[in-house]
């Protein structure tokens, strides 16, 4: 969510949810329920920011947008996947020195 924040601007949770399921080829399916969860987590911890305004169809509608914070979150966040990828991808690769070995 914060990615999404950070690649599209303010967007309100319905538009937040169709990006994620639209980048992940609508392999990840989000439902309501978990992204205002998620949002309202992330509000609390001071990551994104809410703010009412009208929507494309001129509906009211909420719109999130990241903070200094979620900055500063994501770009931990992200340090810390690139670190976890990694790690993982070790366990896929032939182990030096033959088969078997850790």
Known sequence: MLQTLENMGPLHGYGIARR??????DL????????YASLVRLQQR???????????NNRKAKFYS???????????EAQQWG???MVVARFFQPAAGGAGKL
Do not use: F, P, V
């Open 66 to 76: 990241m903070t200094k914070s979620g900055q500063k979150q994501l770009a931990l």
């Open 20 to 25: 994620i399921e639209q980048i992940s080829g």
């Open 46 to 56: 001071g990551y994104i920011a809410a703010e009412w305004g009208t929507s494309d």
């Open 83 to 85: 670190l976890l990828s």
């Open 28 to 35: 990840l399916l989000m439902n309501q329920g978990t992204i």
